[in-house]
């Protein structure tokens, strides 16, 4: 279990830690093997508990551009990390960079000491500053990959920010669908219970349903919870994902564009590590993980052609990995020898499409949603009325 422990140092400054621990006892034991004083020792809150486990919690681009800024101002790699670790004020991230700094005194590389930190340093992080050692170049390699994920965030809050309104808009019809199914429809079927034989099919169909909610509610409320429990765990485990984005791949227009958006991660990320001096096909071994599973396979059998001397745009479109207009660009690029910047050319336009795409269909989209869930809502009200126009026409 996690706990917040409340500290005073020896210099008698106040300070929090976040330890695992199995109880208080041992959570206290813990900070004071390390010389502080305790002064509280509480579980931290539930919200935690919910990040995946081994999750990195280190604030990547923050370090990046206060190292930049370092280094550019005249500091050396082992005097800006040193700055950064003193002013750091969390525990966790002050004894990653305390680790970092005593794998440089020991001789090793920057990227050999960011690859073995505890803060799972992604991948590409590593390749890109291992390519720069060589150069010497570590402020544009930093200054690379602070624009490349601050582009790669853009894109995906451009699609986030795409899908909240429909996610939004269905969530509320569901409910309200649900409140006139489980709450209003029983309620009218007592009024109407008498006269059930003289409404329309769909209407008695309804009344029924209420009846049978009102009789067996506490059964169906069980069965639904069950069922619902069942979907959520179908739906966290991997094969189930991977089988639902095999078959949103299946569907033509929609495959296309999960196609270029991958393609787009893909040829940023490659960009990158080719503008940063990295080999072409170690580049291709460490980006391969961007791509879904169907296309790791075509990207090894790419990056074989390559190795044996083809040249890579004639593998990229043997092997599916490219488009028309990438193609050519890919050409242009292998004949100026400006690889790297033409793949990432080649990404901002797959991008830009992706995002009037996304701009395109939610425009479409937005109002068919509303449309499909007020038939829903108004058909449910006008059965749920029926018998009331029936009765006052009778009564005429």
Not at 41 to 59: D, I, L, M, T
Not at 65 to 72: K, N
Not at 96 to 115: M, P
Not at 260 to 279: E, I
Request: hydrophobic share 45%.
């Amino acid at each position: 279990m996690r706990y917040e422990v409340k500290v005073l140092s020896n210099e008698n400054e106040l300070t929090a830690l976040a330890l695992d621990a199995v109880d208080v006892v041992d959570a206290t034991g813990q900070a004071q093997s390390q010389g502080y004083s305790v002064i509280s020792v509480k579980p931290e809150s539930g919200w935690p508990a919910w990040r995946k486990p081994g999750s990195n919690r280190f604030p990547l681009i923050l370090f990046s551009q206060e190292l930049l800024a370092l280094l550019e101002a005249g500091l050396s790699l082992m005097e800006s990390l040193e700055a950064l670790a003193e002013k750091e004020l969390q525990p966790e991230i002050r004894k990653t960079l305390t680790k970092i700094i005593a794998s440089l005194n020991e001789g090793h590389t920057f990227s050999y000491a960011l690859q073995h930190a505890s803060a799972n340093f992604p991948l590409l992080y590593v390749a890109t500053v291992r390519a720069c050692e060589k150069t010497g170049a570590l402020p544009e390699a930093l200054s690379r990959y602070v624009a490349y994920q601050s582009q790669m965030d853009a894109v995906r809050r451009q699609v986030v920010s795409a899908s909240i309104y429909p996610l939004m808009l269905a969530g509320v019809g569901t409910l309200v669908t649900l409140f006139l199914m489980v709450y209003v429809v029983p309620r009218f079927s007592h009024i109407y219970a008498d006269i059930g034989g003289d409404l329309p099919l769909m209407s008695r169909l309804l009344m029924r349903w209420g009846q049978l909610l009102d009789v067996n509610g506490a059964a169906i409320l069980a069965g639904a919870l069950l069922v619902l429990a069942g979907l959520i765990y179908t739906a966290t485990r991997p094969a189930s994902k991977q089988w639902l984005v095999s078959r949103l791949w299946q569907l033509p227009s929609l495959g296309r564009r999960l196609h270029v958006y991958q393609l787009a991660r893909f040829y940023r990320s490659l960009g990158m590590l080719l503008r940063g001096g990295m080999p072409v096909v170690t580049s291709l071994q460490m980006v391969s993980d961007l791509l879904e599973t169907s296309l790791r396979g075509q990207l090894a059998l790419a990056s074989s052609s390559i190795r044996e001397g083809h040249a890579l745009s004639g593998a990229m479109e043997q092997y599916g990995l490219t488009t028309p207009v990438a193609l050519r660009m890919l050409r242009v690029g292998e004949r100026t020898g400006r690889m790297g910047d033409m793949m990432e050319r080649i990404a901002a336009f797959y991008e830009e499409e992706t995002a009037r795409w996304m701009e395109r269909f939610t425009k479409l989209f937005e109002p068919l949603l509303m449309m499909f869930i007020g038939l829903i809502i108004g058909g449910i009200v006008v059965l749920m009325y029926f018998p009331i126009f029936e009765l006052a026409g009778s009564i005429q």
